[in-house]
């Protein structure tokens, strides 16, 4: 249920304080803002960014014993007239961090921060609120165990029986989360916040909605997670639907359906393959500067499919690394596979699991698995995964009423993709059903996200207007149909040139954008090396000073500037269907 991904801590201090304005608290007088907040020291936030750290009891129901420290910050508005409904942002997983893809989530939604702060909290368990990690199923050294399990159980239990001698993993979950933000906007004096939220992130807006309700002025669900969904019970049928969709339109799509002819039978051939004998492929780890194998059986090229299958620009890819497979090279399938496991494990797994185990694996039923997974690739690998890894862990016990659809009649924007494997359409069309003031929209060719996709403009807007007119009712959704899918790819793009070491040397460094974002380019065995937040990539020379980074989807690259014969002076970032990202070489 992951869109994205990002950890960064960030320690605040000085006594600046940002609140709302003084009609904004007037109109919450039962709020006392008892948070203060300071300058950031994290230089990936943007520089106006204030942060601080609010404590909450661990055991809320008790109000006693262990606190946790929660991660708050808030990017001020930047106009003279700030409005005191706050923008809240929840992020997916569950498990990733409310603060790092808020303030991603921030840049295209500029204008709205004219006018209201952003507040951004790591929920309970994640990013900077005392993360319940588990690194040994994280990084290289996790991506064997991922892809052949997803969740392995015996790192399941050595990570649980470390965390639970300092924490109450049963205390970890949506309510309690929500619980925990919504005192914070307390202390904080907003009285009303417009809360928005992708993929698990919906879930969080949705249990806001029932137990906050007056609190919330707007609300902004993509790609919903409803609080019925007992995740995984239904991926393998979504992604069956996904995966049939996308080859449906290969074999209407005149250049991919030349290139790929036999596309629905090279996938049915390399899953065989892979369960008769796995594939075995060696790749570089570019952190640890050492080599590595993958072990590609059956489970791990179905998870890699289904993965593939989250965001347009590498669902475009699919037929292309299935097909290269299928013709005996494995290698540029493993780097994909690498690539997802050691992203998606990259969340706070204790979250995960407390969420997971408790509102989800706990209410699924024997009997219905086996018409869940009937006809599917991926079949009940899921189920039996997450099934095995919950049997010891502390989860909540949630009472079945949980289960029950939210119903609100505040405004809200629904999202969802045509083609999204992990929460399809008809969530998204079940919740609008009883978010009564709600505006459903359907994103065709859409996967889990939109990466890749011309156009996304239409649906930031779509945010925008929602929050600006505090109603759907006047919502013009007809750029929607203007907004394309990339094309297939059909082939691995511009072939590798050679390059001198000292053109590779003279690119070498650091480079920074003027919101603070940053990376490092560094030389390993004579290829250059990108390091960007928690990840690392190693670059491939299309051009002297072009490159793509191993292991991503087509339309990923680097490109650097050089002033003749002298080191680089900045490096551009390019992205499927987003801007340009410039950074300039610091000196």
């Known amino acids: 249920m992951m869109k994205r991904n990002a950890t960064l801590a960030v320690l605040c201090f000085s006594v600046l304080s940002v609140l709302p304005s003084a009609a904004g608290r007037a109109a919450d007088r039962s709020a006392v803002p008892r948070l203060t907040l300071g300058a950031c020291t994290d230089p990936s936030l943007p520089k106006d960014a204030r942060c601080g750290t609010y404590e909450v009891f661990e055991n809320r129901a008790a109000k006693k014993g262990r606190k946790i420290s929660l991660r708050v910050v808030v990017l001020p508005a930047l106009g003279p007239e700030r409005l005191p409904d706050a923008v809240v942002y929840f992020s997916g997983g569950p498990g990733e961090s409310s603060v790092q893809d808020g303030v991603f989530m921030s840049k295209p939604l500029a204008p709205l921060r004219q006018r209201r702060d952003f507040l951004l909290v790591d929920s309970r368990g994640t990013g900077g609120s005392a993360s319940l990690n588990c690194p040994e199923m994280q990084g290289v050294q996790g991506v064997q165990g991922f892809l052949d399990s997803f969740v392995p159980a015996d790192k399941v239990r050595a990570c649980r029986e470390r965390l639970r001698k300092t924490a109450d993993l049963s205390q970890y979950t949506t309510d309690n989360a929500v619980d925990d933000v919504d005192e914070v906007r ?323 460094g650091r480079y920074a954008g003027e919101d603070g974002e940053s990376m490092k380019i560094d030389l390993l065995e004579g290829r250059l090396r990108l390091e960007l937040e928690s990840k690392a990539f190693l670059l491939v020379p299309t051009a002297a000073t072009r490159f793509r980074p191993e292991g991503l989807p087509a339309g990923y690259a680097v490109r650097f500037e050089r002033n003749g014969e002298g080191p680089a002076t900045a490096a551009i970032l390019e992205q499927p269907g987003q801007p340009d990202q410039r950074m300039r070489r610091k000196p």
């Open 186 to 508: 307390a202390a904080l004096g907003y009285p009303q916040v417009n809360v928005m939220g992708g993929s698990y992130g919906t879930r969080s807006v949705l249990v806001y909605l029932r137990r906050h309700p007056d609190r919330v002025r707007t609300a902004i669900l993509d790609g919903v997670v409803p609080t019925h969904d007992r995740s995984p019970l239904f991926f393998a049928r979504s992604t069956q639907k996904a995966l049939d969709g996308l080859v449906a339109e290969c074999a209407g799509d005149a250049d991919c359906a030349r290139a790929f002819p036999h596309l629905k039978d090279e996938i049915a051939a390399v899953l065989a393959q892979a369960e008769r004998e796995p594939a075995r492929v060696q790749l570089m780890d570019p952190k640890a500067a050492k080599p590595y194998e993958v072990r590609l059986a059956r489970s791990g090229v179905a998870q890699t499919l289904r993965y593939m299958l989250y965001d347009p620009s590498s669902a475009a890819e699919l037929p292309l690394r299935v097909h290269l497979a299928a013709q005996g090279n494995w290698k540029p399938l493993a780097e994909t596979a690498s690539s997802y496991a050691q992203s998606l494990s990259l969340i706070s797994n204790g979250y995960f699991f407390g969420v997971t185990c408790s509102e989800d694996v706990a209410f699924i039923r024997d009997e219905e698995i086996p018409a869940a997974v009937a006809g599917t690739f991926l079949g009940d690998f899921r189920i039996r995964k997450q099934r095995e890894a919950c049997a010891g862990w502390p989860a909540a016990k949630i009472p079945e009423s949980f289960l029950a659809p939210v119903v609100s009649d505040v405004p809200a924007l629904v999202i969802a993709g045509e083609r999204d494997p992990a929460t399809p359409p008809s969530d998204g069309e079940e919740a609008a059903r009883t978010l009564r003031h709600s505006r459903y929209v359907l994103i065709p060719d859409a996967g889990h996200g939109l990466e890749g996709f011309k156009g996304q403009d239409c649906i930031n807007a779509l945010y925008v207007k929602t929050m600006e007119d505090g109603a759907v009712d006047r919502l013009d959704t007809s750029c929607v149909a203007k907004m394309e899918r990339p094309a297939f790819v059909l082939s691995l793009g511009d072939p590798e040139v050679a390059v001198g070491r000292a053109d590779l040397e003279a690119l070498v």
